[in-house]
């Protein structure tokens, strides 16, 4: 999973801005009166978002892909940031963190049973007080949005196309890459399954988990989900 995307992902991503997406996450943790200090970042992927993060955070990062892995590596080499292979849904540390983020929708990756052994993980990984903090894409966004268009993407070392379809519960997106090599262009395909997620069946897991606090936001603000909200920022604190 991710060998293929790898490829491509940080092109892709390059005009997401990931210092503006650890601003925000770090405003959300200090409007809840919590000091974090230790940091757990599950599906660290690239190490986007785990950069800026690592200097506000002693950071550790979890990836199941070891082609995003050696590229966050990479970047993030000179910050001491420790990185680990592992399923998201049951690497075990012996220690607990401050806050764990999960980030850039990759919960849709998993339906409601797999979310439940997640969320389950998650809670036993934080301290008493901890925050959890992840995104997911809306319905609308995704079956309206994603499903409903073709996508081009064209930079100096990578030509794709993104065709999607759209399921009841999900949606099935197909890559097909054509990547830079010598003189010529490696032709790679990709597949990706995205669930399409409840706000209110989240926030029963995440209850029946033993979180208490939870709230959403429309993305990068603190205002509430609304029709047009694309990307919906959770925030769940494990009680003291
Ligand atoms: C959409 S990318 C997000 C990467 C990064 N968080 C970012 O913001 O750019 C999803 C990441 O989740 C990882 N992933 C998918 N399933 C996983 C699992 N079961 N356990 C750990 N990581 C997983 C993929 O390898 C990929 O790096």
Redesign the pocket.
Known sequence: ??EN??LI?DSY?QD?D?EK?ADYLTEIIKNNNLVAKTVL??????G??TLPLSKKFNIVG????DE?LSLAEAKLRKTGTELFK????Y?EFNKKFDAII?????LT??DYEDIEVFFNRVYDQLNPGGIFLFDILSKSYLKDFIAQNNFIFDDDNVYFTWTSEDFENYIESYFTFFIKEGNGYQRVDDYQKQFILDIEILKKLLKQSGFDFIETYDFLTNNEVNNKTDRIQFVAVKPK
């Open positions: 999973m991710y995307l790898s992902y991503m997401v990931y997406w970042e599950y599906g660290c992927g690239s986007n978002l979890v990836d199941l892909s995003m592992g399923d998201l849904r690497f999960l980030a850039c929708d990759t990756m998993f």
